[in-house]
DNA sequence: CAGTAGATTAGACAACGTCTAATCTTGACA
DNA sequence: TGTCAAGATTAGACGTTGTCTAATCTACTG
């Protein structure tokens, strides 16, 4: 596997400290050209335990990355779907989600701030969750929504 | 209640003949202003067993009753929603879609052609499905994915 | 050191949903 | 019935999200 300490574009040339070889590693076991763009978004978007918008992580990894453009962002996020490292979520009405959590699990909304946490999957249980009838079922989730209690006593 | 078998605008007047008067009463029974324009949205949503966008809606409204603009589609929509009488739903990335079975029910989503098909509430069997400590819990439904299985023999 | 395949880019573009100011209709009241 | 205020509707502008395209750039090959 390469370096990929650094890179340059346009003659200008970033150099890439703490870049986890391992973030490298992920991406070429999933079958990706660990390019610094790639890189820089799946180190922001597979250390984060939040459920970032395409945009979200674009402002996020500019703030390191400051070279990388929307496209590229909107690009490299559908093709880490595509390849498994992330999943979409369409829970809220404003944009698709991604997660880094590719491990079964259920979803919690907060209806007042629109936060998503992760509940996990042995918490519920479920049965006779079959495909309807002629279908195959490929996976499914319970999504519960919800809001913070107000405190009392 | 009235009538309501009419309604003019710029001089166009325009017959609602097959208008369901129980449409009417339903509305008034949610705290609606039953308004011609919001009888026939009323009309094409609640008889529907699909699950239209807003844009769908508007078209399909606009066969019937040609003079309604987006606009108020958008608006009569939202106030269903805001009096109980429709459910959004956050399932697909393109729209908001609505749902006109407010009873409890579950989803599963045909990935190929997107189509939304409801489940029975007590086809599946759920257990512990608690809020997150400090939240109370709204609503929960389970998101089912999958395709149309290829026929074999 | 060229040549080529793949990655990245800026900006145009399309779709969805909201908002605003103006206009219209309705219902109440005289 | 005529007037008026409150509410409903409208066209179109607008903002956001996401995709697409053609051009440019980088990295790999020999």
């Known amino acids: 596997a390469r370096a990929l300490d650094k890179v340059q574009y346009q003659n ?3 150099v890439l400290a703490d870049m986890k070889p391992n973030v490298v590693h992920i991406l070429e076991q999933h079958g990706i050209q660990p390019s610094a763009q790639r890189v820089a978004v799946a180190e922001y ?7 970032p918008s395409a945009d979200r992580v674009w402002a996020g990894v500019q703030q390191t990355f400051p070279i990388i453009s929307r496209a590229t962002v909107y690009n ?3 093709l ?4 498994g490292l992330l999943r979409q979520l369409h829970l809220a009405p404003d944009s ?7 491990d079964r699990h259920h979803h919690f909304i907060d209806e ?3 936060k998503i946490y992760d509940v996990p999957w042995n918490q519920i249980e479920m049965s006779n969750a079959k495909p309807l009838p002629g279908f195959e079922i490929h996976g499914y989730q319970v999504v519960m929504r ?6 009392r006593r």
Chains 1, 2 share one sequence.
């Open 45 to 51: 978007v597979l250390h984060t335990t939040e459920h």
């Open 96 to 102: 698709v989600l991604f997660d880094p959590n590719i």
């Open 12 to 14: 200008v040339s970033i």
């Open 76 to 78: 490299t996020l559908n």
């Open 112 to 114: 007042d701030t629109g």
């Open 146 to 151: 919800g809001r913070r209690r107000k405190s």
């Open 80 to 83: 880490f779907v595509e390849k």
